[in-house]
């Protein structure tokens, strides 16, 4: 079966999904997207992810053309006509077509793209045994200039992370902020536990309020674990009892491993694992149906 991408209310073949050259999502990341998880014919925290995308928009100025409401049907409308039921959405919306100046006022009309596909970022070995990461020299943009909690299409601050993280031989790392706390990493939120008690450095470090970083911490509240929102250090995080990152490509992710130090024992950690199993719980339960 092709897959079929959902551009401006009519569906086109995988191959033949185009935008303008002129695009100023292409010319200049001026754009906002989510990444959204479906399982088993359910859009996981559809809500939270839509709210996320229309606040991101609004923070640039950019006027999404469709209710939220319409939106959200328009997704479902894109996951029925591929049948799938367990996906990855990808949403997209730009400035749109303009000239090759700056000035947003010469784009008439946004660009909207959902994409739904597949993806695994890391085998399943990583899950079972555990990440190892790094910390790289790539700051984590502060909020005066790209604020993280916009979602947009300009991602070279995560790339350039991306790539230092490759040439170290890993597949994710911890970025600073520019007051040397611990921020997040290149595509994903960080937590530790120490003492039985969670800690994830708070919004003002410069992290993106991720939607799975949200979920474990309604978790935490649930089972009554302690949850800190803190700054963090580096050696914080090298002290920990355990380590785990989340996003909703990677879910969650445990790191054994940090600047060749190892975490607590080296192994992946009880609560951990019990966090993993509580969200796959909640994935059958929180969102909308299609």
């Known amino acids: 079966m092709t897959l079929k991408i959902y551009i401006d209310g009519r569906f086109h073949n995988r191959e033949d999904a185009k935008v303008s050259v002129f695009d100023h999502g292409l010319l200049y990341g001026d754009g906002v997207f989510e990444g959204i998880r479906t399982y088993d014919g359910l859009i996981f925290k559809c809500k939270e992810h839509i709210d996320r995308l229309y606040q991101s928009a609004h923070a640039l100025m950019l006027e999404i053309p469709m209710s939220k409401e319409e939106m959200v049907e328009a997704v479902k409308k894109t996951l029925k006509e591929n049948e799938m039921k367990d996906a990855y959405i990808r949403l997209i919306v730009t400035?749109?077509?303009?000239?090759?100046?700056?000035?947003?006022?010469?784009?008439?009309?946004?660009?909207?793209?959902?994409i739904t596909d597949k993806i695994k970022l890391y085998p399943q070995e990583f899950y079972d045994k555990g990440l190892e990461i790094v910390t790289i020299s790539t700051q984590r943009n502060i909020h005066e200039s790209v604020n993280p909690q916009i979602k947009s299409l300009n991602y070279l601050n995560n790339i350039l992370a991306k790539v230092e993280a490759i040439n170290a031989g890993v597949e994710e790392a911890v970025m600073l902020n520019s007051e040397g706390y611990v921020a997040e990493c290149t595509g994903d939120n960080i937590f530790t536990v120490k003492n039985g008690s969670l800690f994830t450095p708070p919004i003002h470090s410069g992290v993106l309020r991720g939607i799975t970083r949200g979920a474990v911490i309604d978790i935490a509240h649930l089972k009554e674990i302690p949850i800190h929102e803190e700054v963090l250090t580096r050696y914080d995080l090298f002290n920990a009892d355990e380590m785990f990152l989340t996003g909703t490509a990677a879910e969650i992710i445990p790191v054994v491993r940090m600047d060749r130090r190892k975490i607590g024992d080296g192994k992946v950690g009880k609560m951990t694992l019990n966090l993993i199993s509580e969200f796959h719980k909640l994935t059958k339960v929180d969102g909308v149906r299609f």
Not at 101 to 110: A, N
Request: hydrophobic fraction near 30%; proline fraction near 10%.
């Open 95 to 114: 400035r749109g077509m303009g000239d090759l100046g700056l000035d947003p006022r010469k784009c008439s009309k946004p660009t909207i793209i959902i």
